[in-house]
């Protein structure tokens, strides 16, 4: 098994791609501010979750990864929110992505609280 077969990081990582193109249409004057934010943790976070798996046999260091991913779909989240808040991004999308970052959260504390089913060694 590899990191790319976890659901979390496929769903992650759709989830970045929708982002991706979602954030196309904002302003130019948010290209170094919500665009780069918006992108930058929407990517960490599946990006977290394949350095976690690679950390997976030493348990501490599995779930500190996992901690940063669960961190960067956290600030994606409120990213979303500006982006709704400032009519950058219509409802129907806004919804779809935040239900997504939902359920993602909701895979990466599953993978926190049971980290030896994800080949981590209880220590």
Known sequence: MDFESLLAYKKAFENAMLIQEVSKSFPKEETYSLTDQIRRSSRSVAANI?????KRR?????ISK??????ENSETAVWLNFALAC???PNQDYKAIYN????????????IN??????????
């Open 50 to 54: 394949a350095e976690a798996y690679r």
């Open 58 to 62: 030493y348990p501490r260091h599995f």
């Open 66 to 71: 996992l901690t940063d991913s669960d961190a």
């Open 87 to 89: 009519e950058y991004i």
């Open 100 to 111: 997504q970052t939902q359920e993602i959260g909701k895979l990466i504390n599953y993978m």
């Open 114 to 123: 049971n980290p030896d089913k994800f080949g981590s060694n209880k220590q």
